[in-house]
Nanobody
Framework: QVLLVESGGGLVEAGGSLSLSCAAS????????MGWFRQAPGKEREYVAT????????IYADSVKGRFTISRDNAKNTVYLQMNSLKPEDTAVYYC?????????????????WGQGTQVTVSS
């Protein structure tokens, strides 16, 4: 069982930056691929970025490529999402997710554990 707790959301103006963190419980964090997803009101949950267990492979949704960076610190059981040049369309609840496989995936059904989410609001 893995418990995930996100932090770092908030309100920011367009063009600004936010950094999200996701702290994971358990001693097997380094075996899990991790992902960040988001869900805006009235829309389906979508992937934002994912990172392999080792941190050596990352992929990003086209909508955030070049603006967001996913990273992880396996010694701290934490995955991060640095968000720069934020746009109003980035407004959503952001979720951290863990997959009990080491390689990345972008489908929500591939992830076994989810955090409670953190709200990110970007004003225009």
């Amino acid at each position: 069982q893995v418990l995930l707790v996100e932090s770092g959301g908030g309100l920011v103006e367009a063009g600004g930056s936010l950094s999200l963190s996701c702290a994971a419980s358990g001693r097997t964090f380094s075996r899990y691929a991790m992902g960040w997803f988001r869900q805006a009101p009235g829309k389906e949950r979508e992937y934002v970025a994912t990172i392999s267990a080792s941190g050596g492979t990352t992929i990003y949704a086209d909508s955030v490529k070049g603006r967001f960076t996913i990273s992880r610190d396996n010694a701290k059981n934490t995955v991060y999402l640095q968000m720069n040049s934020l746009k109003p369309e980035d407004t959503a609840v952001y979720y951290c997710a863990a997959r009990d496989r080491g390689f990345i995936a972008i489908a929500t059904r591939e992830y076994n554990y989810w955090g409670q989410g953190t709200q990110v609001t970007v004003s225009s």
